[in-house]
């Protein structure tokens, strides 16, 4: 039986081109809200043991703050935006209008305001790949944590560790034109997903 993960280099470009222009989108609606220019990298596509994903983080014993969204329709889905803890600070400032450095906790109205960021984006995102695949992905409503990337790493990922053992992760990186912010943004298609997704693509 051919591994789902056996893709070819031109699947993986497909891959990496809808990662782009979701990527794209979400950085634009980004920099809208917060009035900042945001810049994105090209996104990595990538195939990774599960437990090897906080490292894309900078380790599981960094604090970070994630946004999680499950994604439902004919590709089942994650979604999780991870941003080091002093850029969500700094974004919630940025949103809220405060002086930067203001923020040091987050009460029940910062939460608010970032998991509204995470589902602006992940609409945004969606919406690429539904123009790119004709595939509708629906997300939940968002959930959100702050605790070691390890720790939100394990919860989203447990139950994608029972389907199997590796992720593929679409992962893009944001950077807003002073430092302030940056996240990681992923994409981890359930296992079974990844064919939908490059049969919608067109790509053999």
Do not use: C, W
Not at 81 to 99: C, E, H, R, W
Not at 118 to 140: C, E, R, V
Not at 176 to 191: K, M, Q
């Amino acid at each position: 039986m051919k591994d789902e993960f056996d893709l070819s280099p031109l699947q993986l470009d497909a891959l990496r081109e809808i990662g782009n222009i979701g990527a794209g989108n979400s950085a634009t609606a980004l920099s809208q809200i917060i009035n900042k220019k945001i810049d994105m990298n090209v996104p990595k596509v990538a195939f990774v043991p599960i437990e090897n994903v906080p490292e894309l983080v900078g380790g599981p014993d960094v604090i970070v703050v994630g946004i999680f969204l499950r994604v439902y329709g004919k590709a089942p889905s994650n979604i999780l935006f991870l941003m080091p803890q002093k850029s969500a600070f700094y974004l919630v400032d940025t949103l809220m209008g405060k002086p930067k450095g203001t923020t040091q906790s987050l009460d029940g109205m910062d939460e608010s305001a970032l998991k509204e960021i995470g589902n602006i984006l992940s609409g945004a995102y969606l919406n690429a790949f539904f123009n790119f695949t004709h595939i509708s992905m629906l997300p939940s409503i968002p959930a959100m944590a702050m605790d070691m990337a390890g720790a939100i790493l394990n919860v989203v990922l447990v139950q994608l560790g029972q389907m199997g053992d590796k992720a593929m992760v679409i992962e893009t990186e944001f950077l807003s034109e002073e430092e302030g912010i940056n996240g990681h943004f992923f994409l981890v298609p359930d296992p079974g997903s990844l064919g939908t997704l490059i049969k919608a693509v067109g790509v053999e």
